[in-house]
């Protein structure tokens, strides 16, 4: 079937266009609003904020509960609350039914509560020493709830504990023990949140069988991909104003940067288009590209007076504008290109 | 699938769990009590609760180079049960009066419990901590479960 503004799925968006375009009238326009949108949408959304914000306190005041660590509470009272805690939120979960929210935040509950369930394991056995062990443990266990609840909520609590964990190996035992540098830490830190963006963008094709995230909001990916920057950033930075003690896992840490940067930046600008992760893209290049500028002006020369922080600060506020215009450029850009292929 | 793996995963994790409780209650019954003396101890507060990191004065005089990434040290305590370094375990067989303790490397000998978590607010109980409470199988593996005093009383809520 060729492509008609007839034969698309009424959304807000398409009649929105339609009404822009003069197609409809205001009458039109608000009637097919109506339709669209009825009056009891408010309160559908209501109910998903109350949702969302009664589990997240209940959850916390779980949490607090168990970290205030109450001496005279016996610790098989305490295992048996928490572990019938899990069973009652698979239970409900697979109740309601996992492709519905209710039950996808019963297993973002339940997974939380396997997290309480390892903290107060740690509390009870004095298992203080190695923290990344709960937090690799957690990941583990849980990683069967992530893959089957689709939910981008429970991926990105798992994203948070995995990479906690990561981190607290490296600060642990990798670093102190096996002396692994900050630089491979970062390369793994960026290839985990990479990864997830990569696979967060099958979710609608071919390769959606096998994709284990299939709803896919744009925040999740705007996260993951400022994460992936972040982490590559810092061995960037570090071989710009350190160039004393480079090796070569730095080096690679900042071509892998480069090589991140600019092939996001074209895949977002050409394949999938979308502003919010060229934004964060541009937004890195730029403190990237201000260190480098800072580096060569301030700290290169013998001395810096008020007079060269002035000439950076005029700097960064020229970089800073030259981006969001060029950002600005891009949008319109983009916007006359959609409008290009669908007419 | 998603069924399987749904259920699957809650036995894993009850499972793994349990079994974990499980070990740990073992060498709670079974151990032997034994007393580590500590360094100087500091109390500290996280969102886990309050805890407090704990130095053994026996992980201070243990030469570093001949340490492996994990083993056992071997011990042996005196009259008040306070253990004294003897030597690094390399598989002989022990004296009479000799136990093992079990260590990880990380940069210098760790032996299990850094840290005593305690409930919010208890911290002045802590303080005049002397000894860290073990309890030691015959593999090594330990168990903290409590500080003890100068005169080796038991310090803070005990709950059997």
Redesign the interface.
Known sequence: MAYSRLNQKADIAAVRKLHRDGILNDAAFFAAIRVLRPASMWAAWADRMLLFFGSALLLSGIIFFF?????????FLK?ALI?SG??AC?IA??ACG?RRIVGKVF?LS?SVL?GV???V??????????AFELFL?WAV?????A??SDFAALWFVWLVIANTGIILYWY??GG??YGFGYESLCLLIAALNGFFVFISHFGSTELAEVSLLTSKPRWFRAALLAATLVALSLPTIDLMIDSYHVEGITILGAFAWALTAGGAYFCYRRKLPDMVPLAIIVTDACVILLVFIGKILLWDGDFYTSLHILFFALIVLGVTSAAAFRLRKTARDMAAETKGTES | M??I??????L???V???L??IK?EKTLAAGRTMLLELAPVDPRSL?????MILRYRIAENIPKEQLR?KGCIVVSPDANNVAKFVKIHSGEKLQDGEYLLFY?????I?L?????????G?AQLYLQAKYGELRTDETGTS???GLRGKDFEAL??R??
Request: charged share 20%.
């Open positions: 970290a205030y660590n109450w001496a005279a509470m016996g610790r295992f572990e899990i069973v698979v979960s697979y996992i297993l339940a396997v369930l390892l903290a394991y740690g509390q009870t056995y004095q298992t203080g020493a190695d443990c266990l849980i990683f069967g709830w893959a089957v642990q035992v102190p023990y | 998603k069924q793996l749904l259920w699957a995963t809650l894993l994790v009850l793994s769990v349990n974990s409780i740990k969102i886990q609760g309050d805890y990434d990880r490397n990380r940069g210098g760790r299990g419990a850094e840290s005593f978590c305690f409930q919010e208890d168990v903290l479960v803070g809520r709950k059997k």
